[in-house]
């Protein structure tokens, strides 16, 4: 499973998300979402989340084991455990998917909410689709 991210159809509303905080955080804050939307001009967004790399380098970075990839959805998992906050998966991200939680001091990035990615249920102009092709 992939995201597939029409950036041209994006309004900027938002609403994925607090929706991906609401589901892995309970809360609704746009700085605790795995999807980020910019505004780089009137108009114009930029959506920064995981592009599912066929390679994923934020893997191959943590030396400690903490980042695994799910199998069946593609989506990467952080073990909080295992993670010492080294950065190195931000470092490594081409697409700067990953980004830290302040206030858990860990690292977030899409797991894919196990294959029913709540940023597409309720992205309501069609920017977000779910790709279950490889």
Known sequence: MKLKISEKKCT???LCQLACSATKNLCYGIHRSRIKILTIE?????????????RCLCVEACHYGAFTRNKHTGGVH?????CQACLACLDACP??????????NIPMVCD????????????FSGALSLNNGK
């Open 12 to 14: 900027g509303c938002q």
């Open 42 to 54: 009137e108009c114009i967004q930029k959506i920064t989340v995981c592009r599912g790399c066929k």
């Open 78 to 82: 952080i073990e909080g455990e295992n």
């Open 95 to 104: 697409f700067k998917a990953v980004k830290m939680d302040c206030t858990k």
């Open 112 to 123: 894919l909410c196990d294959g029913n990615p709540q940023c597409v249920q309720n992205c």
